[in-house]
């Protein structure tokens, strides 16, 4: 009879021999064994896989050799007994490998589930365009719009991943199509960008994927951002300073004393590295004050081989800014070379779904709870809010929700309530506003001081006029007019 021991080795063995992708996890995510096909698939030893961690999530940001990020792990729903299908995916240098897969959860003696046997198709998925979705995705939607969206995410991740930097810059609306491609555009030199929108709408985040898809070494020199919201005249200027100058003695034969001696008197950065390189954001620059925006016109234009790259955001275009008063114009100029304009959240309601399941799947990739995704309800009413806080508030109610959730999803009761104060705020009709008559009103207030004088002075026409500071004839003509010259006396 054969032992344990022997009958694990025939499994392992046959299981080593299948041509197709294997692999085992545990209840807690942890990949027990993948069989060579699958660890040629990923590109990694299957020594350095065992015992790695997967989460349910498409984020590119893994390590070599790192599942985390993956995409490996199937839905929630397998892990409580649930056979499932979905897409997963293998971070290779070359790009993402995404390829359907069948996951079988696995039964113990005692009725529990001890695992999940993953069994993946051996062909990759075509390589999709920005434009189009996979025929596996469109068969998905239909079923089930959590691993629609997971499946989504897979393949804008790798599209983002092989063209430009940052995850914010998710979504398939034509104005994120232009964001894409101007945030290529202004990667490829080192002009200056102006980043255009609401608060909230990820200003930050999109010159810090131009920077990062710009300076693809890891040793180049840094982003530095500098707040002009935030920050006082004194600081921002000894700040400036410290990225502006190329040294003591040049900074003062060029007129720019002022700046140097407050950066060495107070020590407020240690820029050093900035200032032979990397980039300056200039965040809510449309905050600037104007004694500094001159200051700083003068310090880039003297300093025309400059080595750091400017870049700023704002809330409105610097041009209209400047042709309300409210900003330099020759700083607009060199500020704008390239201005990529951010729509609020509520110009693209076709991507909130997408963005949520990005949040969502950012937080199961902390390594704790694994949602799938939302309930179809909870979607429609994210879609209904309206967003004041853009992209930041649409992540912060992710999050309170995935905290929230107590099952496979988050479902309509996890959303925080005032999503549905909102929502039952819009839907009572607005009274329309009241004209106010001044006229009207002012007539009345006069009709009645007038009455009021003539009570006084007992019909006395005289009497009511001397009260009311008018003469007798004014008095006479008001009364006329408002009818109450019958039963007075002259």
């Known amino acids: 009879m054969p032992t344990a021991r022997s009958m694990t080795a025939d499994l392992t063995r046959l299981l080593a021999a299948v041509a197709v992708p294997v692999y085992l996890l545990d209840p807690e ?175 930050q985040h999109v010159a810090r994927a131009i920077h990062y898809e710009a300076e693809a070494d890891p040793a180049a020199p840094g982003l530095v951002p500098l707040s002009c919201l935030a920050l006082g005249t004194e600081l921002l200027r000894s700040t400036l300073a410290a990225l502006l100058r190329d040294g003591p003695e040049r900074s003062s034969a060029r007129g720019l ?29 449309d905050e600037l004050p104007l004694e500094l925006q001159s200051e700083l016109v003068e310090a880039l234009s003297r300093r025309g081989g400059l080595s750091l790259r400017i870049m700023a955001t704002s809330q409105l275009p610097l041009d209209e800014a400047a042709a309300a008063g409210q900003f330099r114009l020759d700083l607009a100029c060199l500020l704008s070379t390239i201005v990529i304009r951010l729509p609020p959240l509520t110009e693209r309601p076709g991507d909130i779904p997408l963005l949520a399941q990005m949040f969502l799947e950012e937080l199961n990739a902390e390594g704790g709870r694994q949602l799938r995704g939302f309930a179809p309800e909870a979607l429609d009413q994210l879609a209904a809010y309206s967003w004041p806080g853009n992209i930041d508030e649409l992540a912060g109610i992710v999050r309170q929700s995935h905290a929230k959730a107590e099952g496979p999803e988050i479902s309509l009761t996890d959303l925080p309530q005032r999503i549905f104060l909102a929502a039952a705020a819009a839907r009572q009709p607005r009274r329309a506003a009241q004209p106010i008559a001044l006229a009207d009103v002012l007539a009345g207030i006069e009709r009645q001081l007038i009455q009021r004088a003539l009570e006084l002075a007992k019909g006395n026409k005289a009497k009511a006029a001397r009260l009311l500071g008018l003469t007798r004839p004014r008095l006479y003509r008001r009364m006329v007019q408002m009818g109450l010259e019958a039963g007075t006396k002259k």
């Open 29 to 203: 995510r942890r990949l027990l064994y993948c069989n060579p096909a699958c660890a040629d698939w990923l590109g990694v030893p299957a020594e350095e896989l065992a015992g790695q961690t997967v989460g349910y999530h498409s984020s590119p940001a893994a390590e070599a050799g790192s599942l985390t990020a993956g995409g490996l792990c199937p839905p929630p729903e397998a892990f409580s007994g649930c056979r499932t299908s979905a897409i997963v995916a293998a971070l290779r240098d070359a790009g993402v490998r995404r390829r359907r897969a069948e996951f079988l959860p696995l039964a113990d003696d005692a009725g529990g589930w001890c695992g999940v046997l993953a069994v993946v198709e051996p062909v990759d998925l075509p390589v999709e365009e920005e434009a189009s979705r996979s025929a596996a995705t469109d068969a998905i939607v239909s079923t089930d719009e959590s691993l629609a969206l997971h499946a989504r995410l897979q393949q804008l991740h790798a599209e983002i991943r092989r063209h430009a930097a940052g995850d914010r810059l998710l979504g398939e609306s034509a104005a994120m199509a232009r964001v894409r491609a101007q945030v290529r555009l202004a990667a490829a030199g080192r002009p200056s960008v102006l980043v255009v929108g609401p608060r909230g709408s990820g200003r």
């Open 257 to 285: 004393s002022p700046f140097a001696e407050s950066s060495e008197q107070k020590g407020t950065v240690p820029l050093s590295t900035a200032s032979a390189g990397g980039t300056l954001l200039l965040t809510d620059v």
